[in-house]
């Protein structure tokens, strides 16, 4: 045991992360895991890391980082993923450079939509971490075409994929995340927000010349987690190129965000309120917390009583999915000879499993023309490979604040199962701003069924909940998903059902 008098509240927050997926099988997810790493490393007093604000690359210049695209968007074309149900739209996949002399690449897969892919938008999917793959979470197990079977090798279809209302790609990013490498080693040590936003930037204008036919389309950027950074220091980037070009090089129109790390602060204190008020925790216990646990960002040591309170917490969150605190966990970690019946209303609770096996595949990553220069590490949800974080702001909402004043369209969801980014977090965080409303709280339906409750704040930020969906909202409630991701393409409000 570690001596509790330096106990960081960053170091209670990780054990308290590990100790509830410890205690779980194995591998059933890895996404907050890696948060909790970097919560841990942010809250400690000696942190390297540099959490000011966000500023946006500088001195990029298109003529310098986009390279010659011709033919190769033919390359990238999949003609056939193994084991994959006949379907009627085109996928792609491939690798895009991001900067030439480090060798540096990033695997992207897109999707096109079922049908009108000339007039639909271009969305944007990233998942967060920092360190977690697209592919395995948005592309494999929330808003993408397929799923994987329990054989773990065929696919199956998802009902809800979110092509049906748009052209979707999933990046794997930074470099070290998946599919996506860099012949520097030395760029894995080096990652961090602001590297992240400028080659995920250069990532889009080389697409785009790759896929001419989408330059001008209107493009929307959505994520979940940590991409609550990723996707508005993306957009920021953006404007400003747009600004600095004083022409429009991407047409971005809007972002999309879920259980997303927004402001340390707020999303920290909101998942212990969120353990209390959803009767995991008992109520001393937070309240303990809250009376000897300091939040300020670089508190290094923790009062017994807040030590104490935070074991207490750890033991009552044991054999608790904290992604989804009413979901089954996965039993049984063996791939089964013969798929097994899925439902098409939520998923298997060990599709991370079933999905790393097929990514692991040297048929599926040929097919989708993935490992090229055959890496020496396996394919992981989550980087193994990636060990340092430079950069990660404590708070993003000055960026929001610049949407507003840019007319970008802004949502908000929360799955409010979730306990890791929970809805409090999402509402304190949004409190924050102090936004007047425009309209007040309302249900919204889905099919006659209530799928979640929304508000909207003047400069049309608009946030949502999805009930009864985990920290993977599209995983645990597509329908109300593609519902919620269709009214955000098109701008409709989601309808306003009010007393
Ligand atoms: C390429 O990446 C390296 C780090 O690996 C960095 O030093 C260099 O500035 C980058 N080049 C460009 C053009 O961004
Ligand atoms: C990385 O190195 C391999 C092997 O030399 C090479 O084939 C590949 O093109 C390089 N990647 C990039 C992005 O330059
Ligand atoms: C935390 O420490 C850093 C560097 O030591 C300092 O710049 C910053 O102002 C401190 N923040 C707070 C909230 O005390
Ligand atoms: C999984 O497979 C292993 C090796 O075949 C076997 O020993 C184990 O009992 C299986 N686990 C379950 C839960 O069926
Ligand atoms: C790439 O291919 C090599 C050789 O087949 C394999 O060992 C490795 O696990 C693969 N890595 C990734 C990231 O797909």
């Known amino acids: 045991m ?6 960081t509240l960053s170091a209670l927050l990780i054990s308290l992360l590990f100790l509830t997926f410890a205690s779980q ?3 059933a997810n890895k996404q907050t895991q890696a948060l909790s790493l970097l919560y841990k490393a942010k809250w400690s007093g000696d942190s390297a890391i540099d959490t000011s604000h966000f500023e946006p690359p500088r001195h990029m210049n298109k003529a ?3 390279l010659p695209q011709e033919g190769l968007k033919e390359n990238d074309k999949i003609n056939r993923l193994p084991g994959q149900p006949h379907v009627k739209f085109d996928q792609y996949g491939g690798y895009v450079t991001v900067n030439e002399s480090a060798g540096r690449a990033f ?4 999707v096109e939509a079922e049908e009108c892919k000339q007039s639909l938008p271009l969305l944007l999917w990233l998942n967060g971490g920092p360190g977690c793959s697209s592919l395995a979470y948005g592309a494999m197990q929330e ?4 799923r994987v079977n329990s054989n773990g090798k065929t ?16 990046l794997e990013s930074p470099a070290g995340v998946g599919f996506s490498y860099s012949n520097s080693s030395s760029d894995y040590a080096n990652c961090g927000d602001a590297s992240t936003a400028a080659d995920n930037y250069v990532f889009l204008l080389n697409w785009l010349e790759r896929f001419p036919e989408y330059k001008g389309r209107d493009f929307y950027i959505s994520g979940e987690s940590y991409a609550g950074h990723y996707v508005p220091q993306l957009a920021h980037t953006i404007l400003h190129y747009n600004k600095m070009a004083k022409k429009t090089l991407i047409n971005l129109k809007g972002i999309l965000i879920g259980n997303a790390v927004i402001n340390d602060a707020t999303d920290l204190i909101g998942m212990y309120d969120y353990f209390g008020s959803h009767a995991l925790v008992p109520d001393e216990t937070i309240d303990q917390i809250q009376k000897y646990c300091d939040f300020s960002r670089n508190a290094t040591t923790q009062p017994n009583e807040c030590n104490k309170a935070n074991d207490d917490a750890n033991g009552d ?7 989804n605190i009413y979901a089954p966990s996965c039993r049984n970690e063996n791939l089964t000879s013969t798929p097994k019946r899925m439902s098409s209303s939520t998923i298997d609770p060990c599709s991370e499993i079933y999905t790393y096996a097929y990514m692991n595949r040297e048929d599926v990553q040929e097919a989708l023309h993935a490992n090229v220069t055959k890496l020496d590490h396996n394919w992981e949800p989550c980087s193994d490979i990636i060990n340092g974080w430079a950069d990660s702001p404590v708070t993003i909402t000055p960026l929001l604040t610049e949407f507003m004043e840019n007319n970008l369209r802004v949502w908000i969801f929360s799955g409010d199962t979730d306990a890791s980014v929970p ?8 409190s924050s701003m102090n936004l007047p409303v425009k309209t007040p709280w309302h249900r919204w339906l889905v099919e006659g069924e209530v799928a979640g409750f929304a508000q909207v704040y003047e400069g049309e930020i608009t946030f949502s909940t999805i009930r009864g969906a985990g920290h993977q909202v599209p995983s645990y409630k597509p329908k109300g998903a593609l519902a919620l991701v269709s009214h955000f393409l098109t701008g409709n409000p989601l309808n306003d059902f009010r007393r």
């Open 2 to 7: 570690l001596p509790m008098e330096n106990t």
């Open 25 to 27: 099988i194995q591998a």
């Open 64 to 66: 310098n980082i986009v």
């Open 107 to 110: 695997y992207y897969y897109f």
């Open 143 to 146: 808003l993408g075409p397929f």
């Open 155 to 170: 696919l199956y279809r998802n009902k809800f994929a979110w092509n049906h209302v748009a052209n979707v790609l999933f």
């Open 317 to 323: 969150l044991e054999n608790i999915d904290i992604y």
């Open 423 to 430: 809805v409090t977090s999402t509402k304190y965080s949004i």
